[in-house]
């Protein structure tokens, strides 16, 4: 490439991806060359604002038409903003948690925890403005390697340690089967260009290309439900969340589990919705639409019901994000509906922002009483009324009750559900008795924050970061769940 072709690029297309960049760069280097011992708190603040520069950037941007650079290999397109805001609101959220995260044992490795969650941000950003699989995999891979190593930060801790070994192991496993699955639809086309894919796609007749094809699909998306934790994919996801530390834990939850999906539904709407399956009436993304189905089905009733059984927060809040991987792939199977972007973009901006306000409150209580169990949020409400209200109001979003951004979201997915070319009923009705068998869980832990006596005399404290997260994830999740149409208006008339 000669200098000429590299500056008439327009560059500005990537300017929040640079401003990340730049921010990781600098605190990595800043980081090396600071005196062992000195405070690095000051770090994860302007990290921060880095983040907040690049959605200012990213707003910025709203409206202008699709940039498309590098050879067609990076867009700039109304998906990529869409879901782009999604990641840096729940990565600038986390980043405050990170902020006021101090395990017992101490952190000597607090800027490494800093530049390491703005890299796996990166990488995200970056599958979700992807039109290659060169570049899709090397963003996947920027998130996976980052999130490997943040979950196994707390080196003295067996059970970080061991959090971080299952997780490499499955990342690892994972990577294999999708890699395999893009092998073989670059075979087929020659070419690892999403856009180029396309034409040849469309003139795959044979029985034989249709069959690989179908494998190929297979593949792909049996090693993308490791990362979005699907049953039987997401043996991982408890030992994990429970083992690494608690804001990784919510990144893993909230930005990592949509960028799963952002980079399923790249691949799997711009190749597989366009390759026509043996009969040539439908394309192999809705022959497989069962297969999908039963995946989902299964996500909802094992992560609802094994969660029952769950004493640990963490654990019981994984398998609670399993039931809501299978939430979303309801939306993922009725393709073609009227609301099917929008319904999944509502769902996972909602349940970014109840996520992180619970995994806050999980993370303060858990620092107080020193253990993760459920028992731990006896009394809460009587040592501070305003965490107990916080408590409820993220729970009853999870379980999606009337009022809340969770009850939007689940009902956009039901909706869309019905309004598929082929109604999803079945499938729709196990959602409804799944979220039923969900109260159970959720309001175990009401019960415990309303009506137990307190465990501890210990006052609940607020740092000002958790004031700041708790106070945007209750307002979100309130002012969502009264007015939604706010959200979708802007996505209609701004990105879509």
């Not at 999708?178 to 260009?193: A, V």
């Not at 319904?343 to 020193?370: D, E, H, Q």
């Amino acid at each position: 490439m000669d200098m000429e072709t590299l500056l008439s690029y327009n560059w500005g297309a990537m300017m929040p991806e640079f401003i990340i960049l730049g921010t990781a760069l600098i605190l990595s280097l800043t980081d090396l060359f600071m005196k062992e011992g000195s405070s690095r708190r000051w770090l994860g603040w302007l990290g921060l604002a880095g983040i907040v520069g690049s959605i200012v950037s990213l707003a910025l941007m709203i409206g202008a038409e699709d940039a498309v650079i590098l050879y067609d290999t990076f867009v700039l397109d109304s998906f990529a903003k869409a879901f782009k805001f999604i990641l840096l609101l729940g990565g600038a959220l986390i980043f405050l948690l990170a902020i006021d995260y101090e395990p017992r044992e101490g952190m000597k490795e607090r800027g490494e925890f800093y530049y390491l969650l703005l890299a796996a941000l990166l990488g995200a950003m970056m599958m979700a403005s992807s039109r290659d699989l060169i570049t899709l995999f090397t963003g996947l891979e920027l998130l996976s390697i980052s999130s490997y190593i943040l979950a196994g930060l707390r080196k003295r801790d067996l059970k970080s340690n061991e959090s971080a070994m299952k997780y490499v192991i499955n990342g690892g496993i994972s990577t294999a089967i999708t890699l395999f699955g893009m092998s073989y639809i670059y075979g087929l086309t020659g070419t690892t260009s999403l856009s180029e894919m396309i034409p040849q796609l469309n003139g795959l007749t044979e029985s034989g290309y249709v069959y690989i094809a179908s494998i190929s699909f297979l593949l792909v998306f049996v090693g993308l439900s490791f990362k979005i934790a699907t049953v039987p994919f997401h043996m991982w996801a408890p030992d994990v969340y429970e083992g690494a530390p608690t804001p990784v834990t919510a990144f893993l939850s909230v930005v990592s589990k949509t960028a799963g999906f952002v980079i399923i539904l790249r691949i799997c709407l711009s190749v597989f919705g366009n390759i026509p399956d043996e009969g040539g009436m439908q394309s192999i993304l809705q022959s497989l639409q069962s297969f999908i189905a039963i995946l989902a089905a299964v996500t909802m009733i094992v992560g609802n019901t094994v969660a029952l059984r769950q004493k640990n927060i963490k654990r019981m809040l994984a398998y609670s994000s399993i039931a809501h991987a299978g939430y979303v792939l309801v939306g993922f199977v009725a393709f073609g509906g009227y609301f099917y972007f929008d319904a999944i973009w509502f769902y996972l901006l909602a349940y970014v922002i109840m996520n992180v306000g619970i995994f806050a409150i999980v993370g303060a209580v858990s620092r107080k009483t020193g253990s993760e169990d459920i028992s731990g949020f006896a009394g809460l409400y009587r040592r501070s009324p305003a965490a107990g209200i916080a408590v409820a109001i993220f729970l009853l979003s999870l379980a999606g009750l009337p009022g809340t951004a969770g009850f939007i979201g689940k009902v956009t997915i039901f909706m869309n559900a019905f309004t598929n070319s082929t109604p999803q009923i079945v499938l729709a009705s196990i959602m409804i008795a799944t979220t039923v068998i969900s109260y159970f869980y959720y309001f175990g832990i009401l019960t415990q924050v309303f009506f137990r006596k307190k465990e501890t005399n210990e006052p609940f404290t607020w740092s000002a970061p958790l004031i700041i997260v708790t106070a945007v994830c209750v307002a979100a999740t309130i002012l969502l769940g009264i007015f939604p149409g706010a959200a979708f208006d802007f996505l209609n008339a701004n990105i879509s």
